[in-house]
């Protein structure tokens, strides 16, 4: 019964099959116009001024692997999920004359700097089998997966390599399937590769000393923790709902000192988000002083969402995007990257990554907002940021 609602869903993908291909042909377009310097002159506020001496500018770029040949009926993390996005992306005004780079499929090299062979191997075998559950959570494996899941550690890797060579300031990796639960050495919670841990590594092969690692994701960032609990060079801080999938990240879960794991109680929006920004997130990168700033950005924190009971809002989206702009400037060598993770409501995941990125470009004016505010008060989170603040010398 598997394998048939799978053959279902692989005749559906045909159609956005053929949607992809249409965009890679604008993506080429758009890169050329890319290497010919020409990101930042996109935007008429900085047409003719020293880029040196404003701020706002930021030179931005995505990176698409839609992984549409991974998908499986019926499951949240589906086939979807990154077309909406570029759909999103593409009804914009701005959104739409942001260029995209092709992303690169992940090397062998770049996957074993944290995942083991064995957990390689596995996932080939699993690949015979496929369709198939492979973890309970459940994460699934089709012909494409292996496939999809080099491309989105690949893309991650591609973004790092244009940030540090400087032709970008701030970048999105546009990914499925997303990474961050995916251990070294196990998939887990629809995640193959842990795409943010590949790219965190990438960047520290490439000379990088220290990297931050910030996870908005509503759930726990565990295989992203695993993959860095005891390096002292790359600080991992997680936001997530507690008492949910994983049901890892507990406040006082500080690896060898560069782990910060901030659970929040249902209805926690984007008030608590704003206090983490400037209480927690800000003085730890000034502290840490890291080359680049990665981000885990998922949007199952959003209220809409249906896998989760924070009360994020686009609005919050833009704003906290602005502060990790603001961070990555102040702290990070003005470098930052967000990859893909969750985000299962379709219309507020597309909203939310747009809002992202004017929250990345600095926009002064509202990214759109489908949804609207939350329903519900937040409730106060005083108690558990001051033992983040505790536990952190802060
Ligand atoms: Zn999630």
Same mark, same amino acid.
């Given at each position: 019964?598997?394998?048939?609602?799978?053959?279902?869903?692989?005749?559906?993908?045909?159609?956005?099959?053929?949607?992809?291909?249409?965009?890679?042909?604008?993506?080429?377009?758009?890169?050329?116009?890319?290497?010919?310097?020409?990101?930042?002159?996109?935007?008429?506020?900085?047409?003719?001024?020293?880029?040196?001496?404003?701020?706002?500018?930021?030179?931005? $770029?995505?990176?698409?692997?839609?992984?549409?040949?991974?998908?499986?009926?019926?499951?949240?993390?589906?086939?979807?999920?990154?077309?909406?996005?570029?759909?999103?992306?593409?009804?914009?005004?701005?959104?739409?004359?942001?260029?995209?780079?092709?992303?690169?499929?992940?090397?062998?090299?770049?996957?074993?700097?944290?995942?083991?062979? %064995?957990?390689?191997?596995?996932?080939?075998?699993?690949?015979?089998? &496929?369709?198939?559950?492979?973890?309970?959570?459940?994460?699934?494996?089709?012909?494409?997966?292996?496939?999809?899941?080099?491309?989105?550690?690949?893309?991650?890797?591609?973004?790092?390599?244009?940030? +540090?060579?400087?032709? !970008?300031?701030?970048?999105? &990796? +546009?990914?499925?399937?997303?990474?961050?639960?995916?251990?070294?050495?196990?998939?887990?919670?629809?995640?193959?590769?842990?795409?943010?841990?590949?790219?965190?590594?990438?960047?520290?092969?490439?000379?990088?000393?220290?990297?931050?690692?910030?996870?908005?994701? =509503?759930?726990?960032?565990?295989?992203?923790?695993?993959?860095?609990?005891?390096?002292?060079?790359?600080?991992? =801080?997680?936001?997530?709902?507690?008492?949910?999938?994983? !049901?890892?990240?507990?406040?006082? %879960?500080?690896?060898?000192?560069?782990?910060?794991?901030?659970?929040?109680?249902?209805?926690?929006?984007?008030? &608590?988000?704003?206090?983490?920004?400037?209480?927690? !997130?800000?003085?730890?990168?000034?502290?840490?002083?890291?080359?680049?700033?990665?981000?885990?950005?998922?949007?199952?924190?959003?209220?809409?969402?249906? +896998?989760?009971?924070?009360?994020?809002?686009?609005?919050?989206?833009?704003?906290?995007?602005?502060? +990790?702009?603001?961070?990555?400037?102040?702290?990070?060598?003005?470098? =930052?990257?967000?990859?893909?993770?969750?985000?299962?409501?379709?219309?507020?995941?597309?909203?939310?990554?747009?809002?992202?990125?004017?929250?990345?470009?600095?926009?002064?004016?509202? $990214?759109?907002?489908?949804?609207?505010?939350?329903?519900?008060?937040?409730?106060?989170?005083?108690?558990?940021?001051?033992?983040?603040?505790?536990?952190?010398?802060?």
């Amino acid at each position: 019964m598997q394998a048939a609602r799978l053959c279902a869903d692989h005749s559906d993908l045909r159609t956005g099959g053929s949607r992809v291909k249409r965009l890679d042909w604008l993506f080429k377009a758009q890169e050329d116009a890319l290497h010919a310097g020409d990101v930042a002159d996109r935007d008429p506020v900085v047409m003719g001024v020293d880029r040196s001496t404003i701020a706002p500018v930021t030179r931005i $770029a995505l990176f698409a692997a839609p992984a549409t040949d991974h998908d499986l009926a019926d499951h949240p993390e589906r086939a979807a999920r990154v077309p909406a996005i570029l759909a999103a992306l593409a009804a914009d005004p701005w959104t739409s004359g942001l260029p995209y780079l092709s992303p690169k499929p992940a090397t062998p090299e770049q996957l074993l700097r944290v995942h083991t062979s %064995e957990h390689l191997d596995f996932l080939e075998r699993a690949l015979a089998q &496929a369709p198939a559950y492979i973890d309970h959570a459940p994460t699934y494996i089709t012909t494409g997966s292996l496939d999809a899941a080099r491309l989105a550690a690949g893309a991650a890797c591609t973004l790092v390599d244009a940030l +540090l060579d400087d032709r !970008l300031d701030a970048g999105f &990796a +546009l990914v499925r399937p997303p990474g961050h639960h995916a251990t070294p050495d196990h998939a887990m919670g629809f995640c193959l590769f842990n795409n943010v841990a590949v790219a965190a590594e990438q960047a520290r092969a490439r000379g990088a000393r220290r990297v931050m690692i910030v996870d908005f994701d =509503v759930h726990h960032g565990n295989g992203t923790q695993d993959a860095f609990a005891d390096n002292p060079d790359v600080l991992f =801080v997680s936001t997530h709902e507690e008492g949910i999938y994983p !049901l890892t990240g507990a406040v006082d %879960e500080i690896g060898a000192g560069t782990m910060c794991n901030i659970p929040l109680p249902a209805g926690a929006g984007p008030a &608590a988000f704003e206090r983490i920004s400037d209480e927690i !997130l800000a003085p730890l990168a000034s502290r840490f002083a890291p080359d680049l700033l990665l981000v885990s950005a998922g949007y199952d924190a959003h209220w809409a969402d249906p +896998l989760a009971n924070l009360q994020m809002t686009v609005p919050g989206y833009q704003r906290l995007s602005a502060r +990790l702009r603001q961070i990555a400037h102040d702290s990070c060598n003005r470098k =930052v990257g967000f990859v893909l993770e969750g985000g299962y409501d379709l219309e507020a995941l597309s909203a939310g990554v747009v809002a992202s990125l004017y929250g990345l470009q600095a926009k002064p004016s509202p $990214a759109p907002d489908p949804y609207g505010p939350a329903p519900r008060r937040e409730p106060e989170i005083d108690s558990v940021l001051a033992q983040v603040r505790r536990l952190q010398r802060l």
